[in-house]
């Protein structure tokens, strides 16, 4: 387990446990920005910081301008290697106009009958603040845009509750 993650996991643990002892839900979520600014996440370009999210058993991660510094081919291993998804419903391909292939709009959980969905949005601002070839072929789609379309269709689905989990300006 890397740095501070020891006493993160043992806290992690204890309330997941706790929740599951009294039937309450739990979600383990990020907001993007997943490996940057740590000597072990930059030197290992995030495998380690999946590696410990995937221990710790996290539910969804929502990608954050950071999570591109390596490129899009490396956002995408690590989706690959997570072992809980990676969510963007503005994350496009240009070439398709398809949501791109390692990223998810949204997740439902179901805790005691309520359905909940984590929608989860990124900054429509990356292409200013990106390198071009970090993120070649990906258009990021606005994000209220996506939204305003998304959210009807969860609720649709059965979404009692919507948690919105965004890496946004806006």
């Not at 510094?69 to 398709?96: C, H, M, Q, V």
Request: glycine share 8%.
């Amino acid at each position: 387990i890397i740095g501070g993650g020891e006493v993160a996991s043992r806290y992690i643990f204890k309330v997941r446990e706790e929740a599951t002892r009294n039937g309450y839900g739990f979600l383990l979520l990020d907001a993007g920005d997943i490996y940057q600014g740590t000597p072990v996440g930059t030197l290992t370009k995030g495998k380690a910081v999946v590696e410990y999210m995937n221990y710790v058993k996290y539910d969804a991660v929502c990608v954050g301008n950071h999570d591109f510094d390596d490129g899009w081919e490396n956002l995408k291993k690590l989706a690959e290697y997570a072992k809980f998804p990676f969510l963007g419903a503005n994350i496009y391909r240009k070439s398709t106009d398809k949501l791109a292939e390692f990223v998810k709009p949204y997740i439902m959980k179901e805790f005691d009958r309520i359905k909940i969905a984590i929608v989860s949005v990124t900054t429509s601002l990356i292409p200013e603040i990106s390198y071009p070839e970090h993120i070649k072929d990906l258009e990021f789609k606005n994000e209220v845009e996506v939204l305003r379309k998304l959210v009807p269709e969860v609720k649709k689905k059965g979404a009692d509750i919507v948690i919105l989990s965004t890496h946004s300006y806006l």
